[in-house]
């Protein structure tokens, strides 16, 4: 199970275009409201999600996504039970994804040390320990899948798609959408 966590002021597009791209490829995606089932996004989109957070406190996901936006990805990294289900899912070797600025989160977890990454223009000082390639649109390091921003996103669920499934099934999907 893939789990995108989604905060109040999430920017909808990191979240969506993710989780639309990874069911289609077959992958179990369960969106999880942090304080609740209702979440409106940055653009005020409201979202009523899957669970919430506290219905899958004891779950460890093949993979968590953490979307950015603002306030959402403050949010996001406000939250210790974000911050347990993110450490739990890397201790199991799982696969962790952040875009915009979501990758902060993973940054004041420690868990970017060594590892290259990207993330929205102005939060590279937030990816501790990071060597930051500003220019990428997504950065694959091992498990970790860090985006630049929102115009990224499609790009981002193809990258976790192929680490989650395989890279056939990405371009197969990618076709179908006519994202050439």
């Avoid at 949010?75 to 799982?94: F, I, K, P, Q």
Wanted: proline residues 4%; hydrophobic residues 45%.
């Amino acid at each position: 199970m893939v789990v995108i966590l989604l905060a109040d002021g999430f920017e909808e597009v990191e979240a969506l275009a993710p989780a639309d791209i990874l069911r289609r490829m077959g992958i179990p995606v369960v969106l999880a409201g942090v304080s609740g089932k209702q979440v409106t996004g940055s653009h005020g989109i409201e979202v009523t999600a899957d669970k919430t957070l506290n219905q899958l406190k004891n779950e460890t996901p093949e993979a968590v996504i953490l979307p950015g936006g603002m306030p959402g990805a403050k949010n996001l990294a406000a939250s210790s039970a974000v911050a347990a289900m993110v450490r739990r899912t890397y201790e199991a070797g799982g696969i962790l994804g952040a875009i915009c600025a979501a990758p902060m989160v993973l940054g004041k977890l420690g868990l970017l040390e060594g590892r290259k990454a990207t993330c929205y223009p102005g939060f590279e000082e937030e990816l501790s320990g990071a060597e930051v390639l500003p220019q990428e649109k997504v950065v694959v390091d091992g498990k970790f899948v860090t985006a630049r921003s929102a115009g990224a996103a499609f790009e981002f669920g193809f990258a976790l798609g192929t680490l989650l499934k395989d890279e056939t099934e990405a371009k197969f999907v990618r076709r179908a959408m006519f994202v050439e």
